[in-house]
């Protein structure tokens, strides 16, 4: 019961329980890696936060939950074969990008791999529209 009788405590927990949340994060410059002092909203946010997946190991780091980040540094420098890295690249990315709950799927996945550089193309389907991403990694 609260104090004040005619402050009704249940509508703005349940409101707050209903909506889901914009993300906003903060803007990051993507040819040099740097923030750039401003913040991004929706599909902007989005295509932030997935940049900040994909460059975090998972269970490195311990400021992140395991839930956050990829398990690439696993394929790196093994004696794997070219078709098992693609096909493991692909699951982890799907893996670590499909915990946020704004991201539907992702889909037009493409694997490149040249001797110690990986490439992948893919799109990511979010509830702000589509995301194209371009990855490059070395020594895999």
Not at 4 to 25: C, G, H, S, T, Y
Not at 96 to 113: D, M, P, Q, R
Request: glycine share 4%.
């Amino acid at each position: 019961m609260s104090l004040f009788p005619f402050i009704n405590q249940q509508e703005p927990q349940e409101a707050i329980l209903d909506e889901k949340r914009i993300p906003i994060e903060y803007g990051i410059d993507f040819e040099t890696g740097k923030l750039t002092g401003r913040t991004v909203k929706g599909k902007e946010a989005i295509k932030v936060w997935i940049y900040k997946a994909l460059m975090t190991e998972r269970y490195k780091y311990l400021i992140y939950t395991w839930d956050h980040g990829v398990e690439l540094e696993e394929l790196i420098s093994k004696n794997f074969d070219r078709e098992f890295i693609e096909s493991e690249v692909e699951r982890y990315i799907k893996e670590a990008l499909l915990v946020n709950e704004y991201i539907k799927e992702i889909n037009n996945f493409h694997v490149t791999f040249e001797k110690t550089l990986l490439t992948c193309d893919f799109t990511v389907v979010t509830e702000f529209g589509e995301v194209h991403i371009h990855d490059k990694r070395t020594n895999v």
